[in-house]
Antibody, heavy 124, light 110 residues
Framework: EVRLVESGGGLVNPGGSLRLSCAAS????????LNWVRQAPGKGLEWVSS????????YYADSVKGRFTISRDNTKNSLYLQMNSLRDEDTAVYYC?????????????????WGQGTLVTVSS | QSALTQPASVSGSPGQSITISCTGT?????????VSWYQQHPGKAPKLMIS???NRPSGVSTRFSGSKSGNTASLTISGLQAEDEADYYC??????????FGGGTKLTVL
């Protein structure tokens, strides 16, 4: 059974940092690209970042570029999102998701499995 | 990286069919067959309903179907059931190898 479990969310001051983790099981982790997707309270889904199976390719939304860093450890079956210089507008539930495909250089943005999400609240 | 355009809400009666549209540009929806549709119930994670425009993952009801014409993709749900009431989101791969979602559509089953 495929499982994705996020952790690391919490309350942080504006300008602060937080590192999210996503523990995966039930599939060959290194064979899949992964995405972070967030959802602000009462709002829609927003793609945040994606990473290829080997970590060679990484992509970011304009809203987080230069502040967030995606990474993965295939020996630990884990995905990470380092979030720096956090802003009020980064408040959201953050989901990790497995992408079902690959173009050769990028994920298809077709997420077939999702975690339950972890809430990040940026507030003073 | 503008969001794809979806209607804010649609509604239908049990047994009817509804269609949700998702309009983008030639740099996303119109340029690639990498449009996906997700269903999200309140407080739950999204669920993949359609991938690559019209592919239905294993376990998804055949009442759900997807299509695309030009820069607009569509999700059709036939034989509406009460359990279909949820938020629906489209997403697409983009020309700069990133992703974009639609604003979401709230489906009400009357």
């Amino acid at each position: 059974e495929v499982r994705l479990v996020e952790s690391g969310g919490g309350l942080v001051n504006p300008g602060g940092s937080l590192r999210l983790s996503c523990a995966a099981s039930g599939f060959t982790f290194s064979s899949y690209s992964l995405n972070w997707v967030r959802q602000a309270p009462g709002k829609g889904l927003e793609w945040v970042s994606s990473i290829s199976g080997t970590s060679k390719y990484k992509y970011y939304a304009d809203s987080v570029k230069g502040r967030f860093t995606i990474s993965r450890d295939n020996t630990k079956n884990s995905l990470y999102l380092q979030m720096n210089s956090l802003r009020d507008e980064d408040t959201a539930v953050y989901y990790c998701a497995r992408d079902s495909g690959w173009t050769g250089t990028a994920a298809l943005m077709s997420n077939d499995y999702w975690g339950q999400g972890t809430l990040v609240t940026v507030s003073s | 990286q503008s969001a794809l355009t979806q209607p804010a809400s649609v509604s239908g009666s049990p047994g009817q069919s509804i269609t949700i549209s998702c309009t983008g540009t030639s740099s996303d929806v119109g340029g690639y067959n990498y449009v996906s549709w997700y269903q999200q119930h309140p407080g739950k994670a999204p669920k993949l309903m359609i991938s690559e425009v019209s592919n239905r993952p294993s376990g998804v009801s055949t009442r759900f179907s997807g299509s695309k014409s030009g820069n607009t993709a569509s999700l059709t749900i036939s034989g509406l059931q009460a359990e279909d009431e949820a938020d629906y989101y489209c997403s697409s791969y983009t020309s700069d190898s990133r992703g974009v979602f639609g604003g979401g559509t709230k489906l009400t089953v009357l």
